[in-house]
């Protein structure tokens, strides 16, 4: 007769554990599960009524039903990506192009606006006639920015100062 190793099942009846009972076997519950009556069609109006001839109560949960889909039938999955509104401003700005739908960084463009054009108003009154008001113009703080697509030349978007 040989000793069994640290690594080797002891004779006995069964050498698989088995797992204790749960606590819902041992204490027992939902041993017991109420159930409603069955609903019963009404006689002439053809509604549902419960064994007490009033109205059926309502179903516990409600079920909706689960399309089935066809893995033979041809489908098409359309991707939409929704883009998030561009706040423009005097720096470069880094966007998806709706015209070409690239990722690019604007290109910026320097117009006259309404700041441009009351600085160089302002410097005439103070008296800078000589040519001096027209500094505003070469003064790209002070003018409107366009941002446009460096791809494909479209405007998206515009800066005003004022």
């Given at each position: 007769?040989?000793?069994p190793?640290?690594y ?69 999955v ?85």
């Open positions: 007769m040989s000793v190793g640290p080797q099942a002891a004779p006995g009846p069964s050498s698989v554990p088995t797992a204790p009972p749960s606590y819902e076997e041992t204490v027992g519950v939902n041993s017991y599960i109420p159930t409603h009556p069955a609903p019963v069609p009404g006689p002439t109006t053809g509604l549902m009524t419960g064994p007490d001839g009033k109205g059926a109560n309502p179903p516990l949960y409600y079920t909706q039903p689960v399309p089935v889909l066809n893995p033979t039938a041809n489908t098409t359309q991707t939409v990506f929704v883009q998030q509104p561009v706040s423009f401003f005097d720096r470069p700005v880094q966007m998806c192009c709706p015209s070409c739908n690239k990722m690019v960084v604007t290109k910026l463009s320097y117009n006259a606006g309404a700041l441009t054009w009351l600085s160089c108003g302002s410097l005439c009154l103070l008296g800078c006639v000589l040519g001096c008001c027209f500094i505003p113009f070469c003064v790209d703080a002070l003018q409107d920015v366009d941002h446009y697509c460096p791809n494909c030349k479209a405007l998206l978007g515009t800066y005003k100062r004022l």
